[in-house]
């Protein structure tokens, strides 16, 4: 019922900062955790960044913590991700996801919707 398109995915230099969004379709937008994922060639996707429904919790895995800030616009059913100092490790597949979660959740199978991704090149 809930629709979700990533954007801003490109190919950028090592060091480089990059904005992804995820626009959500459905009116209840709010309701929902929020989450980022990512997956490289070869391996599995893996857990990124969640917000909860206010934006007031956040959390991030251990190798984006400092790199990366997750935030959301609910008045125009969007979520971010912001990414600075941007490594060839982060190089993958970014999904964003949707779950009816009551607090801020990290486990891939926990959540109910997912977008497309959008490709993120990092050159070095």
């Known amino acids: 019922q809930v629709q979700l398109v990533e954007s801003g995915g490109r190919l950028v230099q090592a060091g480089g900062s990059l904005r992804l969004s995820c626009a959500a379709s459905?009116?209840?937008?709010?309701?929902?955790?929020m989450g980022w994922f990512r997956q490289a060639p070869g391996k599995e996707r893996e857990f990124v960044a969640a917000?909860?429904?206010?934006?007031?919790?956040?959390e991030y895995a251990a190798s984006v913590k400092g790199r990366f800030t997750i935030s959301r616009d609910n008045n125009k059913n969007t979520v971010y991700l912001q990414m600075n100092s941007l490594k060839s490790e982060d190089t993958a597949v970014y999904y964003c996801?949707?779950?009816?979660?009551?607090?801020?959740?990290?486990?891939?199978?926990?959540?109910?919707?997912w977008g497309q991704g959008t490709q993120v090149t990092v050159s070095s």
């Open positions: 917000i909860s429904w206010s934006g007031g919790i956040t």
């Open positions: 459905g009116r209840t937008f709010s309701n929902y955790i």
């Open positions: 996801a949707a779950s009816r979660g009551s607090t801020v959740i990290v486990v891939l199978e926990l959540y109910s919707y």
